[in-house]
């Protein structure tokens, strides 16, 4: 038990010290530059910056229209910078479908490498060991994920994934691990497919439960019931299916922003959601995987 409370503290231990001598710190973080696409043609840098900064979205450090050479006119995207991570996710969240010379803007964060994947690890050497032998070999590493061997307590798997900074300070240290051996170990390095986004960290709709009839009836009402929580986008009620064995209850709820349904969901556990004396289930729904989620309502 010792063992498995001095493994989950370390496992804890992933905020790392940069150098902040280090002149690749000077270059821009990872996860800092957003991609624009779907912008106009007649488009200037000038109009893509002043879209930036428009509603309540951090102000950019860095707007970049890539321009098409021989005709002129822009390539349809653009890359902007910011000073951190938060403010680039601050952005996206406002941006990201608002319109520019009425064409919707698609708004996510550039992909960089700046995951590796490291492999032949000594599995008898602690996540607190590795991380000190990566630091003396190359800078700029901002944490470590080592799955540890449930079956061998105090063992690690071998291999593991190491975030950097950013692209140059991977970079850099992909060099010196193939040019070197990580505590006496000739180690395995190659890119890692950097981490996707959870799909259920994006969803915006509710499941609701335990309705009775004559609400599953009255998209209208279901909307009223719900408005106090933030804005609607729609309420979509499943049509019932010839495999059914007994009458739906239920029915999804659509918000404009997240925080919306995130709200709901309280409300329901800490006070309960109450038609007519009955108590309705809210839950925040799961999110749907394939093509047709667009189009569909989430899943229970």
């Not at 307590?153 to 975030?163: E, I, L, M, S, V």
């Not at 309960?272 to 047709?292: C, F, H, I, Q």
């Amino acid at each position: 038990a010792a063992a498995a409370a001095a493994t989950a503290a370390e496992e804890e231990e992933d905020i790392l010290v940069l150098d902040p001598s280090d002149e690749l710190l000077q270059k821009c973080a990872h996860s800092c530059e957003l991609f624009l696409g779907g912008i106009p043609k007649p488009a200037t840098e000038a109009d893509v910056r002043a879209f930036c900064c428009a509603s309540d979205a951090p102000v950019p450090t860095a707007v970049q229209l890539v321009m098409d050479t021989a005709s002129g006119k822009n390539r349809g995207y653009a890359f902007v910078t910011y000073e951190t991570r938060e403010a680039a996710s601050a952005a996206t969240a406002v941006l990201n479908d608002m319109e520019l010379q009425e064409k919707k803007i698609r708004v996510s964060v550039k992909q960089t490498k700046h995951r590796l994947f490291l492999g032949n690890l000594d599995r008898h050497k602690s996540k607190k060991e590795i991380v000190a032998a990566l630091q003396v070999m190359a800078g700029g590493l901002e944490s470590l994920e080592m799955p540890t061997n449930h079956q061998y307590p105090g063992q690690t798997k071998g291999f593991g994934f190491a975030d950097y900074f950013n692209a140059a300070c991977a970079e850099r240290a992909m060099q010196a691990l193939g040019a070197a051996s990580l505590l006496g170990r000739a180690t395995t390095v190659r890119w890692a497919e950097p981490k996707q986004p959870d799909p259920a960290d994006k969803v915006k709709a509710v499941y609701v439960g335990k309705l009775p009839a004559a609400l599953l009836a009255d998209e209208d009402k279901i909307r009223e019931l719900f408005a106090g929580f933030g804005a609607v986008s729609r309420v979509l009620v499943p049509k019932a299916k010839s495999t059914d064995t007994k009458p739906r209850t239920f029915a999804f709820v659509h918000f404009v922003v997240r925080e919306s349904a995130l709200a709901a969901v309280k409300a329901a556990a800490e006070t309960g959601v109450e038609v007519d004396g009955n108590r309705l289930e809210v839950t925040l729904a799961k999110p749907m995987y394939d093509a047709s989620s667009d189009a569909g309502g989430g899943s229970r």
